[in-house]
């Protein structure tokens, strides 16, 4: 039977902005506190690490604030090579614990097996549903899907690129083709091109073809000289505004346009890189934002109240789950127009009257 933490007087938390602050960078032990409960919840990072400062960060932020809320430990696996998630997760269920949150599509094989293989632990999978091993759809009663469909804030954070450029050419590269990557850049791409459309421009996209699916990858999430060196390659194509979908390695991207003296913006992901990384402010525009920390303590609050469901979690602009950061220092150099432009843009997508679609759009 499952263990379930008695609580009462605790209001529903719903998804709201994201925290200002990171977590303090996590111990070797992973616990939050006393325990008053015998829940167990736990986390399986990929290899980009807890303190990636974006989503497994942000995930491991949103565990630590549940465990705080339930005033409960938590246990943590961080995993530091692809060998290692089948054998992390694994060790979470033979730890007894009750729940498992694991970060990234890369882990989706390794949910995926764990999860039928122990039927009385639920699991959230970050950024990823379940396929077999033919890529055939699976749905599993113990593991929840938590997806965003970060197209549509990218579509935002495209048009802002476009309407701020002043070369007319802005820049993209990813980690490793994965949707949850590619999501981004399509995104991007078509805020662009619904700029030139709507202010007749010709600002033009280097290091992504939607159309084709192919453009710059790095072959990885941990490489940060790949990084600069393909933020390098962005900027000597003209681009004054780049956005990596890379994890860590926009930290090569601000290396990039450090060396290149010219005046570059970054857009970030995941998180407000402005609070998470703010030794490079002056270069953000803005970042596009998947609010993982508050979903992920819901998620684990549900849970241990016994009201885990599979039904997936599709963050969107709708409902909190996906947004644009706020300009913070680039806010002078911004057109006001461009902004009030993109909260109609934006409420144009919350209705519907505007459709923002990727192939790896959250079915």
Known sequence: ????????????????????????????????????????????????????????????????????????????????????????????????????????????????????????????????????????????????????DTAQAAFLAGYLAAGTSKTGVVGTYGGLQFPSVTIFMDGFVDGVAYHNEKKGTNVTVSGWDKAAQT??????????????????????????VILPVAGPLFQGTAQAIQDSGKDVAIIGVDSDLFETTPEFASMYLTSVLKQMTDATEQIILDDAEGDFTSAPYVGTLENGGVDIAPLHEWESKVDPAVMTEIEAIKADIISGALKVESPATPK
């Open 215 to 240: 453009g710059l990858f790095a072959g990885g999430f941990d490489d940060i000289n790949q990084g600069k060196a393909l933020s390098t390659t962005l900027i000597d194509a003209g681009a004054d």
């Open 1 to 148: 039977m499952k263990r379930r933490v008695a609580f009462s007087g605790l209001a529903t938390l719903g998804v709201v902005a994201l925290l200002a602050a990171c977590a303090p960078a996590p111990t070797d032990e992973g616990t939050s506190g006393g325990t008053a409960s015998d829940y167990v919840p736990c986390i399986v990072s990929d290899f980009g690490g807890f303190d990636d400062k974006s989503f497994n960060q942000s995930s491991f932020e949103g565990i630590s604030k549940a465990s705080k809320d339930l005033d409960i430990d938590f246990k943590q696996a961080e995993s530091k090579s692809e060998d290692q998630y089948g054998p992390n997760v694994s060790s979470m269920v033979d730890q007894g614990c009750d729940f498992v949150l694991t970060v990234g599509f890369a882990l989706a094989n390794a949910t995926r097996d764990a999860a039928q293989a122990a039927p009385d632990t639920n699991f959230a999978l970050i950024d990823s549903a379940l396929s077999n091993d033919d890529f055939s759809p699976l749905e599993l009663d113990n593991v929840k899907p938590v997806l965003y």
